[in-house]
């Protein structure tokens, strides 16, 4: 099982909107039996929404990894969704109490990762949407992944946001020695702006190939509609530049997760 957090603590760069098209990106590329899990770390739902229906209606979610005393079953939090090899972990505004149970609760940082333990032979890939903010959730879904993506739209603060976003990093790799940064990619971008271009020349300057220019995630009106009906671009238009796009993503994520053979062998053994 690999695992990868989509992660910046501002809102409206394309979080939810990355992680529900990649997640479904690879479920196009790996095989029937390969298994995907998502997991909502906000509690406004977004991905939630997208992959499952409405978030108030949803029972069982994210927020019992917090909650003190509970006892439910692993399988309890995960629901289908209408992709056969993806399985959800939902989330709905009672995930904002996370926060408030930690005094009450034992590693209240590790409650991710523990539970990720748990279902290790039951996926083969865990994509996070993480919250836009650097606080428990985030430091929980860093603490459980191998990989973090961070989209960045191309503009003003960009560069300060991915400083304070790599401070955080570093602080949960205190925790996971193993958490690597899977890139840094430009998203809801429009060449035709010159601050666009300009900042994502700057953003290269400053991290170099971590910064996935070729696999920029460009502004797609037909990715719009699609949340709308809430679909990904893979179920509404194959044409949309967007579709492109998130494939080119989905790719790299897949070349950058596959497990490799002597990787399987350990994980059996
Ligand atoms: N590449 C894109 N092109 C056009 N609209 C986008 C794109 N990515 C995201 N959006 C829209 O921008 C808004 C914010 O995106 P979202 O994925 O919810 O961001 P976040 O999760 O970081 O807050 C949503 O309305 C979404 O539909
Ligand atoms: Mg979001």
């Known amino acids: 099982m690999k695992v990868l957090s989509v992660s910046l603590q501002k809102g409206g760069v394309g979080k939810s909107t990355i992680t529900a098209n990649l997640a479904v990106g690879m ?18 739902g977004n991905l939630t929404y997208q992959m499952l229906g409405n978030p108030s209606d949803v029972e069982k979610t994210a927020i019992e990894l917090f909650t003190p005393g509970e ?23 009672a995930l904002s109490k996370a926060e408030l149970y930690t005094s009450q609760i034992i590693d209240a940082h590790n409650r991710l990762a523990q539970y990720l333990k748990q279902v290790v032979f039951m996926y083969d890939y865990v994509f996070i949407d993480c919250p836009p903010s650097l606080g428990l959730l985030t430091l929980n879904a860093l603490i459980a992944s191998d990989y973090v993506l ?21 602080m949960a790799r205190a925790f996971n020695e193993k958490l690597q940064l899977a890139g840094i990619v430009p998203s809801i971008v429009d060449m035709r702006y010159r601050i666009h271009r300009a900042t994502i020349k700057t953003l290269e300057t400053n991290f170099g190939n971590m910064l996935l220019k070729d696999k920029y995630i460009g502004t797609n009106a037909p990715l ?6 809430r679909q990904t671009i893979f179920e509404y238009d194959n044409r949309a530049a967007s ?20 990787e399987k062998r350990s994980e059996t053994a």
């Open 27 to 44: 479920s196009k590329i790996i095989g029937e039996r390969e298994r995907i899990l998502v997991v909502d770390m906000d509690h406004q």
């Open 243 to 262: 579709y492109k796009h998130f494939q080119n993503l989905a790719s790299y994520v897949h070349r950058l997760m596959r497990i490799t053979e002597n």
């Open 71 to 93: 006892k439910y079953k692993a399988t309890d939090i995960v629901h289908n969704t209408r992709f056969k090899n993806i399985e959800i972990i939902p989330s709905n505004l």
């Open 150 to 170: 961070i989209p960045v739209v191309p503009e003003k603060y960009a560069t300060m946001a991915i400083t304070q976003m790599m401070d955080t990093i570093k």
């Open 224 to 229: 719009k509609d699609a949340a709308n009906r």
